[in-house]
């Protein structure tokens, strides 16, 4: 079955740290790149950040360069997220989605669920 | 970084067409044929409905179609159904960041 799965949303402290997982199955991981996307509540999507399909190029949104970091194991078909310095903007839920092989621009063919992170003292 | 312009929300009767609007600069939607939208129901993740601005993925019904002039790309839906009430979102590339969503449209269909 092919699918996106995240984990490791929780409530932080602002200031603290956390790490996402976004377990992949039924497709070849590196075959793609990988995105992370997420929503405020009740807002709008934001794209936060993308890495290439064998790991070595990454862009983030200006709102977590310095902060977040994209990794990926394609043996693990598994991408990461470690977000650190996290404040009360960055509550959202956070979605991995697989750019569109077919598309030469950004379009996003699959996505998670996604994994809540809440920011609150 | 300021996300594309979409109108807050469309609304239509079954049957009927509506178009919603998605408008940047000539750094993201002008500049490139890189135009995406994305259907998204309450608490569910979006759904991609169109890429490269008008193209369908597979399993897309042809009732959505999209465009694009100048700066302004749009989503058509035509045949409005009940189904289709939920939000959609354009998204481009942007030259000094390489992907900028639209601050999303609610469509509602009376």
């Known amino acids: 079955q092919v699918q996106l799965v995240e984990s490791g949303g929780d409530v932080v402290k602002p200031g603290g740290s956390l790490r996402l997982s976004c377990a992949a199955s039924?497709?070849?991981?590196?075959?793609?790149?990988m995105n992370w996307i997420r929503q405020a509540p009740g807002k709008g999507l934001e794209w936060v950040s993308y890495?290439?399909?064998?790991?070595?190029?990454?862009y983030y949104a200006d709102s977590v360069k310095g902060r977040f970091t994209i990794s990926r194991d394609n043996a693990k078909n598994s991408l990461y997220l470690q977000m650190n310095s996290l404040t009360a903007e960055d509550t959202a839920v956070y979605y991995c989605?697989?750019?569109?092989?077919?598309?030469?621009?950004?379009?996003?063919?699959?996505w998670g669920r996604g994994t809540l992170v809440t920011v609150s003292s | 970084q300021s996300a594309l312009t979409q109108p807050a929300s469309v609304s239509g009767s079954p049957g009927q067409s509506i178009t919603i609007s998605c408008t940047g600069t000539?750094?993201?939607?002008?500049?490139?044929?890189?135009v995406s939208w994305y259907q998204q129901h309450l608490d569910k993740a979006p759904k991609l409905m169109i890429y490269?601005?008008?193209n369908r993925p597979s399993g897309v019904s042809n009732r959505f179609s999209g465009s694009k002039s100048g700066n302004t790309a749009s989503l058509t839906i035509s045949g409005l159904q009940a189904e289709d009430e939920a939000d959609y979102y354009c998204?481009?590339?942007?030259?000094?960041?390489?992907?900028?969503f639209g601050g999303g449209t609610k469509v509602t269909v009376l």
């Open positions: 000539s750094s993201d939607v002008g500049g490139y044929n890189y």
């Open positions: 998204c481009s590339y942007r030259s000094i960041s390489p992907v900028v």
């Open positions: 890495i290439t399909g064998g790991g070595s190029t990454k």
């Open positions: 039924g497709f070849t991981l590196s075959d793609y790149y």
């Open positions: 490269d601005v008008s």
């Open positions: 989605a697989r750019w569109e092989l077919a598309a030469a621009g950004p379009s996003f063919d699959l």
